[in-house]
């Protein structure tokens, strides 16, 4: 097979494998011959289109045409625009809450070893982590965590330090969002313990952080101004220690699946994203919900084109409103900075064979299966409910991944056709949609999506990678950014700094 069709009414084929002027694919009953080469992952038109007429690919436009095309002919950004433009209106009908999961709901229930915390949080990792308020101290809570992980605690799965340049000359809705990621950080329970470390001079200092954590333990959650302290080194790792203390004392035990938040992402996509590792994250994602355990979705830009079909599996009309309040906000901010809110795919998308947004979206949202959509929460907000929730994010990256596991996720699926070597502060599974890319790339591809276009079926394959999943959250598995010690956060900015 040289090719795939994804859907009936599709316009266009994916092109499995870099093809030359008149090679000739099989479609069906159709024999396709090529009027020019074509990229692997590229698109090729199915039957001649018109100037301005839709082109279909998962059975929805993923754009207009922008000139006339002829059967065999390449699809893409010489000849396909978007046709998306400026807000939307949104109308919430009864009947779309009645979406549901295709989710082998007979299945036996699954469990993993995982800690339960004194709140009853379960946590995958036994891990200390140091945040800090402000980024004048990212290099002093560095030396903390490099000189802690040299006293090898007992049963502590590592010591490990985020850096951000945030938490000071931040105003508004701009420190209030580096608060709610950090404190939501600060709960997360893959981190056994918590050291705050905070300068004492800047807007986010920790009297008026401790406002916005809320609740804490204060056994395993422990706050030092080093401004205030003689020795901020001597001091910080006495506070570990103690932390370390305590902690060495969780053991891991069997939990329901359900009890498990996983987070999904793409980034990087080429032309097969959308066919092999995004349906295959959706797969899974609805075996999760359907054991009871939650998933979470975020990268709202890259909703845009296909938040109706989200919007459609609202779980009822709150829900629904707060979709259309979260895409309409991403709009407004594009509008409010004067940039084009259709500015996407980006340049590594294009050159895997992705022309427009719509077309990115489509493959993008599978990644949340058939689930109903059962929340909505803000950016730096935690998941409140069991099934799938949205969480207001960009699409970038290291952004939306921090945003992920803010929320609760114990680990984040990753799908990608281009490669990174990048995780998060949560293990972060990195998904090839491509066999090749997952042979070349081992340092940093955990799981192969590509079998799906040799043969492999996609409930055989989403099995394999539940069971893995699991295998992960029970310690039997390290991800490529756990062992390659790649862990990062990054946070969201959208305001004046002093």
Not at 5 to 22: M, R, T, W
Not at 132 to 155: D, M, P, Y
Not at 280 to 293: E, K, M, T
Not at 370 to 382: Q, T
């Amino acid at each position: 097979m040289d090719g795939v069709k994804i859907h009936p009414k599709d316009d266009v084929l994916i092109v499995l494998n870099e093809a030359a002027k008149g090679d000739v694919i099989s479609v069906g009953q159709q024999q396709l011959e090529l009027a020019e080469p074509v990229e692997r992952g590229h698109k090729v038109a199915l039957r001649d289109i018109r100037e301005g007429e839709p082109v279909l690919k998962y059975g929805f436009p993923i754009g207009i045409a922008k000139q006339a095309i002829a059967t065999g002919e390449w699809v893409h950004t010489h000849n396909l625009k978007t046709a998306l433009d400026g807000k939307l209106a949104y109308e919430y009908k009864q009947s779309q809450s009645a979406a549901t999961a295709d989710t082998d709901k007979g299945t036996p229930a699954f469990t993993f070893k995982g800690y339960v915390r004194k709140n009853g949080d379960v946590g995958i990792r036994n891990e200390i982590w140091i945040l800090n308020t402000v980024g004048c101290i990212n290099k002093t809570a560095e030396l903390v965590a490099r000189l802690a992980q040299q006293e090898h605690f007992a049963n502590i799965d590592g010591v490990y330090h985020y850096p951000h340049p945030f938490g000071c000359s931040q105003l508004g809705d701009d420190l209030k969002s580096t608060q709610a990621i950090l404190s939501s950080l600060v709960h997360h329970p893959n981190a056994a313990g918590v050291l705050v470390l905070g300068l004492g001079c800047e807007n986010n200092y920790i009297d008026v952080f401790k406002e916005a954590v809320g609740a804490y333990d204060s056994d395993r959650v422990k706050f030092l101004a080093v401004q205030e302290v003689e020795d901020e080194l001597e001091e910080a790792l006495q506070l570990v220690s103690e932390i370390a203390a305590v902690a060495k004392n969780d053991v891991r035990t069997d939990v329901p699946a359900s009890k498990l938040k996983v987070g999904l992402k793409c980034g990087g996509s080429d032309g097969f994203s959308g066919i092999t590792a995004n349906p295959l994250v959706g797969a899974f994602s609805d075996r999760l919900i359907a054991q009871g355990g939650s998933t979470v979705l975020t990268e709202v830009p890259e909703m845009f084109g296909a938040e109706t079909i989200l919007m459609e599996r609202a779980a009822d009309e709150t829900v629904f409103n707060g979709i259309v309040n979260m895409v309409n906000g991403f709009k407004d901010y594009f509008i409010r900075h004067n940039q084009p809110v259709y500015e996407n795919p980006s340049p590594g998308n294009k050159k895997g064979g992705i022309t427009t947004l719509e077309e990115k979206s489509l493959g993008c949202v599978q990644k949340g299966g058939f689930a109903p959509v059962a929340d909505v929460v803000p950016y730096g907000g935690r998941i409140k409910k069991p099934g799938l929730t949205l969480v207001e994010g960009p699409g970038n990256d290291l952004v939306s991944v921090t945003a992920l596991a803010a929320s609760g996720a114990h680990i984040v699926l990753f799908t990608t056709g281009r490669g990174t070597p990048f995780g998060g502060p949560v293990p972060t599974v990195k998904l090839s949609t491509n066999t090749p890319l997952y042979e070349r790339k081992k340092n940093w591809i955990d799981f192969n999506a590509g079998t799906l276009l040799d043969g492999k079926e996609l409930g055989e394959r989403a099995d394999e990678l539940f069971a893995y999943v699991l295998q992960v959250a029970s310690g039997e598995r390290a991800t490529h950014n756990e062992r390659n010690g790649f862990k990062e956060i990054a946070l969201f900015k959208d305001g004046v700094i002093l």
